[in-house]
């Protein structure tokens, strides 16, 4: 019988591989993310092949979703709670009568088959939506498809709750590949439903980092005095969107008239950087039919 020292021992020798591992996913998610969220903005540039700042997102990456784990407990208390104070104040014939469709737990292919449907309408109705909101910096406003992610967008408590329902969403069908593994039954159909859902599981887990990309991550820009060595006139407002290796890209408003453009200069042009402030993007694109940002 190993002892909790031969443990420590057998995770101490495997302790580089898991770190070279967890590396690798945390650049993957952060290259994930920050290729939609450029995409998002509409900014064209090519991502090096090896970048810090991909580890540096990966990891903001999973802050942010155990940031959400308590929102995500809370949820489904209430859920819970919704539907089993109801159960227990009925009597016990109309409870079980109400609970016999719902029995799925004793059929494993049923249950397999309600992962699946909850996994698509995850996927085609909600983690989706985001693909919309591509290069926002050069639209007159947000986009008006689909209406109902608008509103998450100006409002961060709003955006965490909906963060929230996709974690939600993932983990829920995870639980029931996992309830469902363990399953004697052998018939190829079986076997092809779950491969199916955990298709499905994976989608959507790579769907997280790409709504965190689109919806979350760096909605303020940093507003500059200058494009590279050209100075910003007072009709002209100017944010710092991407630094790449060879190139910098800011996005450019005009007051008058409301003109957009996003301009790339080489990054030797840009030898200083002069920062006065912080803006969010949101305001900058609805604020046009009520003057220029201040």
Not at 10 to 31: I, Q
Not at 50 to 76: E, H, K, N, Q
Not at 204 to 220: C, E, M, T
Request: with cysteine; aromatic share 10%; hydrophobic share 50%.
């Amino acid at each position: 019988m190993a002892t909790p020292l031969d443990k420590l021992k057998e995770l101490a020798t495997g302790w580089p591989s898991y770190t070279a591992f967890g590396s690798f996913l945390l650049y993957v998610v952060g290259y994930l993310t920050l290729r939609f969220h450029l995409t998002a903005l509409g900014v064209g540039t090519d991502l090096a092949v090896l970048d810090d700042r991909y580890l540096f997102t990966g990891a903001r990456f999973v802050v942010y979703l155990m940031s959400l784990v308590p929102i995500v407990v809370m949820l489904a208390l209430i859920l819970i709670a919704v539907i089993y104070v109801p159960l227990r104040v009925v009597p016990e014939r109309a409870r079980a009568w109400l609970c016999r469709p719902w029995a799925l737990q004793a059929h494993p292919v049923r249950l397999t088959l309600a992962g699946i449907v909850l996994s698509v309408l995850m996927i085609q109705v909600v983690m989706r939506q985001c693909f919309f909101y591509s290069h926002l910096l050069l639209r007159q406003s947000l986009p008006a498809d689909p209406a109902w992610l608008a509103p998450l967008m100006s409002n961060d408590g709003l955006m965490s709750l909906f963060f929230s329902g996709l974690i939600a969403g993932t983990v829920i069908p995870a639980a029931i590949l996992f309830s469902v593994s363990g399953s004697h039954d052998e018939r190829q159909s079986f076997k092809l439903l779950r491969g199916l859902l955990a298709f499905l599981i994976l989608v959507q887990a790579l769907l997280l980092p790409v709504n965190y990309g689109y919806l979350i991550v760096d909605k303020s820009l940093a507003r500059v005095t200058s494009l590279g060595a050209e100075r910003v006139s007072e009709t002209q407002q100017a944010w710092l969107v991407w630094e790449g290796k060879d190139d910098v890209t800011y996005f450019q408003r005009n007051t008058e008239g409301n003109i957009r453009s996003l301009i790339t200069v080489p990054r030797t042009d840009a030898k200083q950087t002069e920062i006065t402030g912080y803006d969010s993007i949101v305001p900058v694109l609805v604020a046009e039919r009520e003057g220029p940002t201040k």
